[in-house]
Nanobody
């Protein structure tokens, strides 16, 4: 069983920054890709970013390109999401997720394990 625990969410003003962390346990972390998703009130969960097993390949949704950076530390079994230039429309619950594959994927259905989520609120 894989456990994912997010942290780092909070309230920030527009233009500010936050760094989310996701600590993983229960399997060999470095064998698998990881991803971040988010869900705003009244909206469906959407893909934000993904990173492959080594950190050498990454993908982002268009709305966060140039502002968000996904990274991982395989020695610490942790994946990060650095969020800069935050906007009110980034307000959502952010979820860390783990698929059963080593390469990047933007398809929510390919993610088997999910964290409990962390709230990010950006005020205008």
């Amino acid at each position: 069983q894989v456990q994912l625990v997010e942290s780092g969410g909070g309230l920030v003003q527009a233009g500010g920054s936050l760094r989310l962390s996701c600590a993983a346990s229960g399997r060999t972390f470095s064998d698998y890709a990881m991803g971040w998703f988010r869900q705003a009130p009244g909206k469906e969960r959407e893909f934000v970013a993904t990173i492959n097993w080594s950190g050498g390949r990454k993908a982002y949704t268009d709305s966060v390109k140039g502002r968000f950076t996904i990274s991982r530390d395989n020695a610490k079994n942790t994946v990060y999401l650095q969020m800069n230039s935050l906007k009110p429309e980034d307000t959502a619950v952010y979820y860390c997720a783990a698929p059963l594959r080593s390469q990047v994927t933007v398809v929510p259905g390919e993610y088997r394990y999910w964290g409990q989520g962390t709230q990010v609120t950006v005020s205008s």
